[in-house]
Structure formats: structure tokens, C-alpha cells
């Protein structure tokens, strides 16, 4: 980690909720998640290709259930606002483009599996959000890529991937992140509400260094409802929380963020060990659009997602794939 992105977690960390003085009312519920990204939802071809799929499952408390020692970290970081604690597991699957040769291309994205366990701590005022994550796992055949991409291509009928024999190698990793979400409402057109979230992300550790900043913009009923759509990491996501303010709220967004990258596993393999990598791109873009629906105590989001060249020599142009997402309060 460099004195740039140490400066940069600094601020982050210290950054105001600029207007969040009002306190929010406690939420009674907690909230379960699942999402899915895979790159078969898309219109490029191949589809099975680099991010191949991701899948998370997560949970997070109701406000104020949160252990003391938590709890005054969060008062330390953020100094008001509702917190609750998370906990999620995900798996995401990487390939190269060309997945029907045994040895795969050494120019080509890696074969790569990630499976992670992420605790978090999230902060809610009026206008801000605020999430502390830290990320604990495996890269490499323990996280059961293979088995999961090839066994689903045997339930849809469609062939084995054959090079996972040269994946990256089990390797345990773990992340730091640390985000910050502002809600802007923007006034409102033919009575129905418009709003920007800016934000900005910075993550640490030996799965990924990046900073990452960028907005959405929403057009709909019942905004203040959440803070943007949930998106498997290092996507710009809004969260799992959602607190329905209307019976029915909705809304469509689109937006873009952008990721400086200081060093990446899943295409750099790890330092000091030999193994399979490509060079990196320091600079990512991504864009996104999509809706959100929640009613009856559930949220469905779906965003689909173009995103700019990871790698150097990365062929195909924009990488897209869909991610969908459905919450449930108890």
C-alpha cells in the first residue's frame, strides 16, 4: 500500500455527512439477500467469458444490534447514524475467453475462483451511507469454480470449461474496505422524485488495491427507501439495507464510477509466488442501468453492467454482464 492510498483511506475515513443531523427512526427488521451476476445475460459475445459469474448470499441485523465494541468503532468513524452489523458469502468465477484448451493462453485473463466471507458494519443517517467490510477467504481451487461453472453446464447441457487445471493457486486472502454513499435529491419532474449518489470507495489488502468514486443518478417514488442497488464488489453497490417509506416505491438509475487500481490477485497471481497473470489496467471504468421495485417487504433490483478493459491485451471490447438481487425484511 502506497503513501497515495494511504492518504486517500485518510480521507475517506474522515469524510463529513454533510446535513445528517436528524436521527433516524430504529428499524425492527433484518434483511436477507441474494444476488446473482453472470455475463450470460448480456449481448456480448462470448458471454462466458472474464467475470463469469458471482454469487452472494447475506443477511444484516435490525438498527442497534450491534455488540458495544462495534458499536464504538462505528460512533469513533462516523459519529451518528443507525448501524447495523452483515455478514455475507460469496463466490465469484474469472476465466479467460477462450475456455476449450486445456493449457490456457498465458496472455489471456486467468482462470480464477473467489470465495469470501465479508462482516460488515453499516451506518445510516438521512443522507449518507457509511460501511466498513472486512473480507476473509480463499482464491483458487478450494473456492469451487470449477465444480460450480461445469457442474451447472452439465444441468443446461452445454460443455466443460477445460483449463481450471492451471487456475491460480489456493491462496488465502483478505480485504479492508471502507465506502461512503451521499443521497442528493434533486427535486422532483411531473411530480416524481430525482436524486444523484455520489460515492466513494477504497478497499485494501492482498485480493485488491483500488479507489474507487463515482454516481448514479435515480429517477422514481420512494427514494430515500435505499441508497442505490446492491452490487457484488468491487461493482459500485448501494447495500442490502432498504427501509420502504411507501407501500410501493420504484425507480430507475443509471450512472458510471471509476477505479484506480494499485494491484489485483485474480490477474496478477500473487507477489513473490510464480503462477499465471497478465498485466493489469490501473484505470477501470464501469456503466450501469437499471430499476428497483419494492413492495410487501421485498426489493427486487436488476443493473446490467458495461465495463472498460481489466487487463492489457483484454479483447472483445466492454465486458457486460447482468446482476440481479432480491431483499427480504423479517
Known sequence: MNSRTLAVLSVTFGLPAWGAQAQLAADPHSIWTIQDENASITT????????????????FSPTGDVPDALAGVGRALWDSGQQRVGFDLTQQIYTPAGTTSVVPNAYDRPYAGV??????????TEDTRSTLTASFGL?????????????????????????????IANTPVAELLHERIWR???????????????????????????VQTG?????????????????????????????PTRPFAWYVFAGADGQAVGYDL?????????????????????????????????????????????????????????????????
Open 139 to 167: 482464491v483458487g481451487p478450494g473456492a469451487g469454480a470449477e465444480q460450480v461453472q461445469n457442474g451447472f453446464h452439465n444441468l443446461i447441457g452445454q460443455n466443460h470449461t477445460v483449463g481450471w487445471g492451471g487456475q
Open 215 to 243: 454516481v448514479l443518478f435515480r429517477f422514481g417514488q420512494g427514494l430515500d427507501s435505499d441508497f442505490g442497488v446492491p452490487r457484488l464488489r468491487p461493482g459500485q453497490s448501494g447495500g442490502d439495507v432498504f427501509v
Open 44 to 59: 456480448g459475445r462470448p458471454p462466458d467469458r472474464f467475470y463469469v459469474n458471482g454469487l452472494d448470499i447475506g443477511w
Open 266 to 330: 485474480l490477474l496478477q497471481s500473487a507477489p513473490f509466488r510464480s503462477g499465471p497473470h497478465v498485466s493489469a489496467v490501473w484505470d477501470v471504468g464501469e456503466m450501469q442501468a437499471g430499476f428497483a421495485v419494492m413492495a410487501y417487504g421485498m426489493r427486487l433490483t436488476f443493473a446490467y453492467v458495461a465495463q472498460t478493459q481489466t487487463f492489457n491485451g483484454q479483447t472483445g471490447g466492454l465486458h457486460q454482464f447482468g446482476s440481479a438481487a432480491l431483499s427480504v425484511r423479517f
Open 115 to 124: 470465495l469470501l466471507g465479508n462482516f460488515s458494519l453499516m451506518s445510516d
Open 184 to 210: 442528493l435529491p434533486m427535486g422532483t419532474v411531473a411530480g416524481l422524485e430525482t436524486d444523484a449518489l455520489p460515492s466513494l470507495t477504497v478497499a485494501i489488502g492482498d485480493l485488491r488495491d483500488y
